[in-house]
């Protein structure tokens, strides 16, 4: 694609590497067809190839109509597009360029978001009261409170050789503490330790896709300082319980690049992070068996570049699971999307809960908070995440 970039813009290095990634689109749209906005929307801007000339538009123009913000504001970042596109454009990071040079998001929605949801002692507390008047809140708040809250007391060997420090995420730690937990069991009952964080702060993945950027990057420097402390005190991995959060960490060296001092630490923290699937398939693991069907959140499949390692881990142990059409489709959860976009978000669930339903599983497990809340509010079948049912129904664990 060719690019004539606006002269005040071009010195930028974010511009820069906005203008290389827009150069490596050559048009094809195979995207388009993967892209849930415009498999319902049907319309050309509400899809990959379409955001991709607004944004050349922004960056040649140097602004942008409201009605071409409205297409890019429905763009769930699910980045199926990446997974589809036969010319490696990182879309994703094109998107965050855009929105950082559109700005923070305005209105009370937007606002009410970021100072709740990286709070995770006031968003458990939120919680806890939701769920008291669950019946007298609108759909939209109600459909996002869990249906199950509880702490585990995690199995903890008592001399450890190899540690590892965990990234429960804030979101997951105030609606689904459990999770975290399983982790940490069936990491303690296979002999590994784990490490406690001094404080956890959130991962600014919310602020920086609401394109608060500033404020998602002071957020940010906090947790790769601790996540660094942990590394120098001996923990060897990252993991990471919810694959919204471990996305934005392992993206952390790109954010950073250009930081004179974070640089390192945060390639540092980005290349020690993985994904519970990833850790837990070094073990040979054991489970009652039941038929589950997976939806793996596309943070973990088209963000993370994962896809399998979850079902690859879940049948080793000895479950059935289900044939889903539609892998590649987000749920339409996607962060704030549900609150943002709630008639989209709504028909994206239904098509996603009419596939995981198809073969009438005993659980329908996936990977994130919010896909588990957003698609749990829509079905009786029961949407647990994945360790939850492994840690539930574990016979053994042992190293490979
Ligand atoms: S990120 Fe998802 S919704 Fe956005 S353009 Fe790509 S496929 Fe479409
Ligand atoms: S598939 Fe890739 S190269 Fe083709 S239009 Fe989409 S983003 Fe551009």
């Known amino acids: 694609m060719q690019t004539r970039i606006h002269p005040d813009l071009a010195p930028l290095p974010e511009i820069q590497e906005a203008d290389s990634i827009l150069r490596s689109c050559v048009h094809c749209g195979f995207c388009t ?9 049907g319309n050309e801007l509400d899809g990959p190839r379409g955001r991709i000339y607004l944004i050349k538009n922004l960056l040649e123009e140097g602004s942008m109509s409201w009605q071409a913000e409205s297409h890019l504001d429905r763009c769930l970042t699910c980045r199926a597009c990446e997974t589809a596109c036969p010319s490696g454009v990182e879309y994703g990071r094109l998107l965050d360029i855009g929105r950082e040079r559109l700005g923070a998001r305005r209105g009370l929605l ?3 978001l970021r100072q709740l949801v ?3 002692s006031i968003m458990s507390f939120a919680m806890a009261i939701g769920a008291r008047v669950r019946g007298m809140l609108p759909a939209v708040l109600a459909d996002k409170l869990p249906r199950e809250r509880y702490r585990l007391s995690p199995s ?11 990234l429960r995420g804030c979101a997951q730690q105030a609606a689904t503490p459990q999770v975290a937990d399983a982790l940490e069991d069936l990491a303690g009952r296979a002999g590994i330790g784990v490490m406690p964080l001094p404080s956890e702060d959130c991962c600014g993945a919310l602020e920086f896709h609401l394109a608060a950027q500033d404020d998602a990057r002071r957020r940010m420097r906090r947790l790769i300082d601790s996540l660094c402390a942990a590394l120098d005190a001996g923990a060897d991995t990252i993991i990471s319980s919810a694959s919204g959060c471990g996305v934005t960490v392992r993206e952390y060296g790109e954010i950073f690049a250009r930081d004179p001092y974070y640089a390192e630490r945060a390639k540092r923290v980005a290349e020690r992070t993985m994904d519970a699937a990833e850790f837990l398939a070094g073990f040979d693991i054991d489970c009652e068996p039941a038929t589950l069907a997976c939806h793996v959140p596309c943070t973990l499949q088209h963000g993370q570049k994962l896809p399998g390692a979850v079902e690859g881990v879940l049948r080793s142990a000895g479950f059935t699971l289900t044939e889903v059409a539609e892998p590649h489709l987000c749920c339409g959860s996607a962060g704030t999307y549900v609150f943002t976009q709630p008639e989209l978000s709504r028909q994206l669930k239904a098509r996603k809960l009419g596939h995981l339903e198809a073969g009438s599983p005993d659980v329908i497990v996936t990977a994130n908070v919010g896909c588990q809340l957003h698609l749990g509010s829509g079905t009786e079948t029961p949407v647990r995440h994945w360790l939850s049912v492994v840690q539930e129904r574990l016979r053994s664990i042992r190293p490979r």
């Open 33 to 41: 067809a993967v892209c849930p906005t415009y498999q319902l929307l």
């Open 118 to 120: 990286p709070r995770t």
């Open 110 to 112: 937007a606002w009410g």
């Open 156 to 166: 903890r060997p008592s001399a450890a050789a190899r540690k590892v420090v965990l």
